[in-house]
């Protein structure tokens, strides 16, 4: 039974929910250790990059992430969380949790791209539209994080939050055409451009594919995980502060026990 | 090199130390509820999430 009236009792976790996310976890990290294997030491170094052009197995990856699944999946269900029909705090959850986990993503989108670009345009960071506006991005979701910190009632919350997520959706778009829309120092599409045929060949084509399937389970992972701290933080009715301060309490009650005996 | 190597280091570290932050705040919370659960007083309820039906 919930000690948060409001909170529905959530479902179980059952055995095979539990299994589900550890296989993926297992997966996820066994997929990316092969991924760095093969970058760093399998394929060969580009003709014009050299060495560099190992960052590419990762640098997109953790973009696609971030940009598409993450701040994708988190406008989809702040969408149908503003849907009547299909309003539910599920969605809600859910565009949390992506989120959060995005943000994670999206910083190490905008590190790996500047490691990459110091030794390849001379400096860490250059006010490209491409770079300007994932650098939007990320503060603007970092803005409906804050947000969902402020005290609220969930509905409220929820649906506050779900109009900032759409807001700070218009730029994933931008992001994605900006090196069409604008002159930018950035490369072009490789995987995902206009005519749909990578530029990119043999053995870097497969591991750069690899970099995406493990970072897109390592996202999955996450998510699964922080959707279920979401879950219990609902059910809670609390927020961790507060379980931390509980925490403290039970410890203080305890050794205050261990004294008295 | 060492700009990739530095790269690999800290994308993996970041995701590592978020990922281990992950399981420890699920973990802390796991056993929140499982002491609400400890101190509620027996009654027919669900138990608590995270266990078995």
């Known amino acids: 039974m919930s000690p948060n009236p409001g909170v529905p009792t959530p479902p179980f976790q059952s055995r095979r929910t539990r299994w589900l996310t550890r296989s993926i976890g ?5 997929a990316t250790a092969f991924t760095v294997w093969l970058g760093l030491w399998v394929t060969p170094p580009d003709q014009t990059q050299g060495n560099l052009v190992r960052l590419v197995y990762i ?25 009547p029909r299909t309003r539910s705090l599920v969605w809600d959850r859910l565009a949390a949790a992506a989120v959060e986990v995005g943000v994670v993503f999206n910083v190490c ?22 770079l300007t506006s994932t650098a939007v991005l990320l503060v603007l979701f970092l803005g409906y994080l804050a947000l969902r910190r402020v005290p609220a009632e969930p509905e409220v919350r929820a649906k506050r939050s779900a109009f900032v997520a759409l807001f700070a959706a218009v730029d994933i778009p931008i992001v994605h055409f900006s090196v069409l829309w604008w002159r930018t120092l950035h490369q072009g599409a490789t995987v995902l451009n206009a005519n749909l045929s990578p530029t990119i060949h043999g053995s870097m084509a497969w591991t750069l594919l690899l970099g995406f399937v493990a970072l897109t389970l390592v996202f999955v992972w996450m998510l699964l995980v922080r959707y279920r701290i979401g879950v219990l933080e609902d059910w809670l009715g609390t927020g961790e502060l507060d379980v931390a301060l509980r925490e403290r309490q039970a410890e203080g009650g305890a050794a205050g026990e261990e004294e008295a005996a | 090199m060492g700009y990739v190597v530095a790269g690999y280091v800290i ?16 973990r802390r919370l796991n056993r929140a509820v499982a ?3 400890e101190a509620t007083p027996a009654a027919p309820r669900p138990g608590p999430p995270g266990t078995d039906r």
């Open chain 1, 109 to 130: 989108t905008l590190i790996s791209g500047s490691i990459w670009g110091k030794p390849t345009w001379g400096v860490w960071w250059a006010w490209d539209a491409r």
């Open chain 2, 35 to 37: 002491r609400v659960v």
């Open chain 1, 26 to 30: 297992i997966t996820a990290a066994v």
């Open chain 1, 59 to 83: 640098h997109p990856g953790v973009a696609w992430v971030a940009l598409y699944l993450a701040f994708g999946l988190a406008a989809v269900a702040s969408l149908l969380y503003l849907w």
């Open chain 2, 11 to 26: 994308v993996l570290t970041i995701l590592f130390l978020y990922g281990l932050q992950l399981v420890w705040r699920r």
